[in-house]
T-cell receptor
């Protein structure tokens, strides 16, 4: 079972910031938070990951609360192409094979 | 840069027929390779992973098998397809110690009739 809880769906206006929440209250000390997204009929796309510090890359920002029990993925200026299912995954790199357990994710609909 | 290929993109097969899906990675050496399946309306499920040539680990008992004949080639097979084998099959790779993050291919959509 997934270790995260995400809202099933969200809407966002084009050009506005999309803030996608994720609860992971049982996260352990060596587990990271990973975010992927899956655009319809495509393979999942890696977005960003973090351990305890906030992270930013060219796609998004990841804000992790100090107690690490929740996080928010921020798409600063959402476009129609950002419409996708967003998955928040908590896992740890382990040996050679970190395992990704995908839940149901959040379906983000970006509207014009 | 690294690229991952999967083919075919779409496949329609009758029940009881064999299956062979291929995945290849370019631009990296000795990757970890993974096969996932996504049933309609459901999340992704890890089926197999491989840390090297000839090394295959199975995550769930099933009608499928995997092989890794070359460093950057991963094959998913079945001798006799079942209706329940229908789904979206995704190959992924990783190179960092710990196997994360993983990067996914475009997928193969399989329909068993």
């Amino acid at each position: 079972d997934a270790k995260t809880t995400q809202p099933p769906s969200m809407d966002c206006a084009e050009g506005r910031a999309a803030n996608l929440p994720c609860n992971h209250s049982t996260i352990s000390g060596n587990e990271y938070v990973y975010w992927y997204r899956q655009i319809h009929s495509q393979g999942p796309q890696y977005i960003i990951h973090g351990l305890k510090n906030n992270e930013t890359n060219e796609m998004a920002s990841l804000i992790i609360t100090e107690d690490r029990k929740s996080s928010t993925l921020i798409l600063p200026h959402a476009t129609l192409r950002d419409t996708a299912v967003y998955y928040c995954i908590v896992t740890s790199p382990s040996g050679n094979t970190g395992k990704l357990i995908f839940g149901q994710g959040t379906t983000l609909q970006v509207k014009p | 840069s690294q690229t991952i290929h999967q083919w075919p993109a779409t496949l329609v097969q009758p029940v009881g027929s064999p299956l062979s899906l291929e995945c290849t990675v370019e631009g990296t050496s000795n990757p970890n390779l993974y096969w996932y399946r996504q049933a309609a309306g459901r999340g992704l499920q890890l089926l197999f992973y491989s840390v090297g040539i000839g090394q295959i680990s199975s995550e769930v008992p099933q009608n499928l098998s995997a092989s890794r004949p070359q460093d950057r080639q991963f094959i998913l097979s079945s001798k006799k397809l079942l209706l329940s084998d229908s789904g979206f099959y995704l190959c992924a790779w990783s190179v960092l110690t710990g196997g994360l993050p993983q990067y996914f291919g475009p997928g193969t959509r399989l329909l068993v009739l």
